[in-house]
Structure formats: C-alpha cells, structure tokens
C-alpha cells in the first residue's frame, strides 16, 4: 500500500555459512564446540566472540519461531508439531549446558572487564541471573514441561459450538455475546460454557501436573518456591513479590470501584434486575455489536492506513510483513487460540498471528500486536540478540501504548461517528478492565505457587475468594457457578508462560501516561516513545520508561491519578 517499500534482507552472517540451517544437533555441535574452545586474548576478541555467539543464537531461535507459529497455524498438522517438539526434546535439552558454560565463559574472561560497562550492564546481570538458575538436572523438567504447555492449545483449540447447523470455534461464539437478543447471548454462552466444562478436568489435571513440575524446578535451584524462582528467571530486578501486592490493593482501591460503576450503569441502561455475566458485552443501548471491518483483507489494509496516519513509518511496519506474509490474522478451526507478535531476531521483521472473527475486540488486538511489531522494527538494527530480548513490562508498553495512540485513527474503522464513539468508549471501559483483571490473575498465581500442594477444589475456592475482591460485585453469575469456578482456565498464560502477566498491568498504566502526553503534545511523545523503544533492553526499565516521558511506579497515588485521567477521557464520550 504505501509506494516503493523496501522488503528487508536478511543481514549476511558474519560467522555461520548462509546456507547453515539447524537441522540436527550434529550441526549445532561443532559451532557450540568452537565457541566454547575458542581462545580470547583481549577485549576486542571477546566482543567478537559475544557478536557470533549472538548470531547463533538469533538463527536458532528464529528456526524455533517458525516451528511455533506453523505448529499455532495448524495444530492438527502432525508434521508441524513433530518439527517444533524437535527444538524442544532434541535441541534445547543439548544446548542449555553449553548455555551455561558460555555464560561462565564470558563472565569469568579476565577481558569482562574491558566491555563498555554502560552498554553491557543489563547483559551481564542477565547472565549472572541465570548462573545462579541454572541446573543441569532441571534440563529433563524443563524439556517435559514445554510438551505439557503444547496441550494447553490443542486442549482449548479443539473446542466449538454447534449454532444453527455452524461449527463455530469459541472465538467466533464469544461475538454473539454482542448481539441484542439476550437469549441468544444466553444460549450461546451456555454453550461456551459447556464446551469449556466439558474440558474442565483435564485442565485441571494438566494445570496440577505444571505445578509439580514448576515446583520441583525451584526447590532444585534452591528457592522456597517457584514464585520467587520465576521472578528472577523473567529477570524481575526492578520490583519484588511485595510491590506487586501494593499494586493488587491499589487497583482493588482505584479500578473495581470504576467496574462497578460502569456495570451499574449498564444495567440500570439495560433495565436489567440482574446483570449476568452474558450482558457485559452487549451495548447498553440496544444496539448490535460493533464490526470495524469484515475480512482479514480488510482488517490488514485499514490497520496499515491507520498506522500510517499516527506515524508513516508504522504503517510501513505493517505493510512490510504483509508483502512478507508474515500476517495470519484470521479464526479457522483447528488454529491454536489467542493472538501473539512473534519476533524473528534474524530477518527483523516479526510475525503477527490471532484469531479475528471481525469484532472490536479483534481491532484492538490488531493494533495491540501492531505495536509490538513496531517496537520489532525499532529495535531490529541493535547489535546482540540479548538486547532485542525485552522484558514483557517494555513490551507491552509499547503494544498497550498503541492502542491508544491509535484510537484517534479508527475512522478509519468507523464510518458512522456513533459507531466511532461507541468503539473509543468500549475501548476505555476494557483498559478500565484489564486492571483488576490483571492483578487477580497475578493474585492467583502468588497464591498457587505459595501453597503447590493445593487441591484442585482448594484452587477452586481460592479463585472464587481473589476473583471476588478484584471483580465486579455487579455481575451476578448465579446459576453459573461451577463455570466461574474454573473461568481461571481460559487466561492461556496460566499454563504456557506463568507469571507473565502483572506486566500487561503495569505497561498499561505507562501506556496511559504516554498517552495523557500524547494529548498534550502528539509529537514530543511519539519521539519519547519511540526513543524508548529503541533502547530495547539496554537500559533499566525505570530509565526505559523515563525516556517515554513516564513513571515506572506502583502507587495507589499514581494509579488514581492515571485513572482520573482515564475517566475523564471516558466520561467526555
């Protein structure tokens, strides 16, 4: 769409052949060999060897990437799943020793200390980090608990309803929670229900089974428990366990109090008795969902417009990884669920995989990952594959601060200016949302890493008391009590990626901030956001947010204040 891009080339190896392609550890091996063996005699000779070890490491995990991505593409592609358990039972378990050894390498190199100390500071704690984590006799665990993870999409991307004589996977279902016949919305989310419970129990089962495995992992590396294990393996050196509970009690005191106001409303519009959890999507006022566009085509094309319009350059972004094919947006049985901005540390340009079936929330989704593809982009060109490697609370800035940078394009989206309003409203409402639901996922995980050898009816309880304190009091789930009971299972994180997921929470209170500076002056703060981005994770996060022009804080102060200007915003639509 936009005239005369140039699609990236992927950049020539310096160390690997341009032919090599990990298709063997018998491959592999020689290279990691050499690396390990290799003799250094100065500063300038170990920064070379930190440059081959990174192109190394940049194939190697763009080769997993693609396996990942075909395997979500279609998970009832046997050959797909083969080729990625390849990476997970025959590559990974034989590299991580020599992971560990480079690590030591290089950190006890008597030419460590030559390395510009400002540039390789973030680097260098990471690695001591996983000195300390690593055990050799984890390896097996960790090889095991990739595998159990991969059941989670094929328990979940095997799910559908029967409506009308359409076999409807759960994400096409769930946009009939828009329509305005509320028994429809009631009979679909009993359906939804229903294929959901139907797999309930080997959820359960599953989830039990990561736990243990999760749990033996810590104790082996000598934590008191797999929380405080994780935490350090996700590299949490700017906060602790505890300023995530001042967050929990400030978004409990700042956000719910909103959630219960907006839901009244709704209700009170609606002329309801009781709210049910199948009249939170439907608009108040009568009328039918909202669809921003109608095909995959078309979603691409009008996000790379709207991109454009914030900034060229992210629309080009997007246009790049369609010419590349490097966009598979769409809902189709047998497609793994969810939505996800895959980098690729080799060519640059990522992958943006979902399941669009149309709705608004697929529109967010869009420019949500869109950001991320961005934040890909802008910081493609730094120079080791570690400092490419983001920690979530940088990269969900960047996606969460797209959203909004965003929605003053979705015009673009909207030709009906009530539907534009309604769209921006709903929006605000769901980042109102996402807060406590954010900290009662992450309350959840404090609670069940704490206590690994609860049963699956204590974990049960346990959900219902956080979710409770977190949640609306204005829903009224009665009736469907078993299905709140187990709504924890349909949050995938859970399963894949555990204690990834109070950073969309503190991302999206940085990306409120970006844009209260976006409103004051546009342009200053697409500089400051993009100038942050490019320091990908070079820097702190705190200084990494500073150079957005923001606070890196968890203060019920901050929260309020972020969430006055939220309201604010809201309450003039």
Request: include cysteine.
């Amino acid at each position: 769409m936009f005239k005369d891009i140039a699609i990236p080339q992927r950049p020539a190896r310096t160390y690997l052949s341009e032919e090599f392609v990990v298709d063997s550890w018998e491959s592999l091996q020689p290279l990691f060999d050499e690396l390990l063996a290799r003799k250094i005699t100065n500063g300038s000779e170990l920064e070379n060897w930190i440059l081959d070890l990174s192109e190394v490491e940049a194939v190697l995990s763009e080769e997993t990437a693609w396996r990942y991505i075909r395997m979500n593409i279609d998970t009832t592609n046997q050959e797909y799943e083969n080729a990625f358990n390849f990476m997970v039972t025959e590559i990974d378990p034989k590299a991580a020793p020599y992971s560990d050894k480079f690590n030591k390498k290089l950190l006890e190199s008597p030419f460590c200390n030559d390395l510009d100390e400002k540039k390789y500071e973030i680097f260098l704690r990471s690695l001591r980090m996983q000195i300390k984590l690593y055990r050799e006799e984890s390896i097996p665990l960790f090889t095991t608990l990739q595998q159990l993870q991969q059941k989670y999409g094929a328990i979940t991307g095997s799910m559908s309803i029967e409506q009308e004589g359409k076999t409807l996977t759960l994400q096409m279902a769930n946009s009939f929670l828009k329509e305005t016949d509320r028994d429809l919305r009631k009979t679909i989310f009993e359906k939804v229900n229903e294929a959901r419970l139907s797999k309930a129990k080997d959820l359960d089962q599953l989830f039990t089974e990561l736990v243990k495995l999760r749990d033996k992992v810590a104790k082996q590396a000598n934590y008191a428990n797999y929380r405080d294990y994780k935490l350090d393996a996700l590299g949490r050196f700017d906060y602790t366990a505890q300023d995530c509970f001042t967050f929990h009690k400030a978004i409990q005191a700042e956000c719910v109090p909103l959630i219960n106001k907006i839901d009244q409303d709704r209700k009170e519009q609606l002329g309801l008795d009781s709210l049910k959890p199948f009249d939170t999507d439907v608009d108040p006022s009568g009328k039918k969902g909202l669809k921003p566009f109608g095909t995959e085509k078309e979603l691409i094309e009008k996000s790379i417009v709207a991109f454009g319009k914030i900034r060229p350059y992210y629309g080009e972004c997007l246009d790049i990884m369609n010419s590349m094919g490097h966009l598979d947006l769409g809902s189709r049985l047998g497609k793994a669920p969810g939505g996800f901005n895959y980098p690729l540390y080799e060519i640059g340009v990522p992958f943006i995989f979902m399941n669009s079936v149309g709705s608004l929330r697929d529109l967010v989704t869009m420019v949500h990952e869109g950001g991320h593809a961005v934040h890909s982009f802008l910081s493609k060109d730094l120079e080791i594959t570690a400092f490419k490697n983001l920690p979530s609370e940088v990269a969900e800035l960047a996606s969460m601060s797209m959203e909004l940078l965003s929605i003053d394009q979705w015009d673009i989206f909207f030709d009906n200016e009530d539907d534009l309003r309604r769209a921006k409203k709903e929006h605000l409402e769901k980042i109102m949302a996402v807060l406590p639901w954010t900290a009662t996922i992450d309350a959840f995980q404090h609670w069940i890493y704490e206590n690994p050898e609860h049963t699956e009816p204590e974990r049960a309880d346990n959900w219902i008391r956080i979710s409770s304190q977190l949640g609306s009091t204005v829903v009224d789930w009665t009736g469907y009590e078993t299905a709140k009971k187990f709504q924890w299972q349909k949050q995938l994180h859970l399963f894949e990626v555990p204690f990834y997921y109070i950073e969309y929470a503190i991302a999206q209170l940085g990306a409120i901030a970006v844009w209260r500076n976006y409103r004051t002056n546009p342009v200053q703060a697409l500089d400051q956001y993009e100038a942050a981005l490019k320091l990908g994770y070079t820097k702190p996060i705190s200084e990494i947010y500073a150079t957005a022009g923001i606070e890196f804080s968890f203060s019920q102060e901050y929260v309020k204040e972020l969430m006055a200007f939220v309201w604010d915003e809201y309450s003039k639509l």
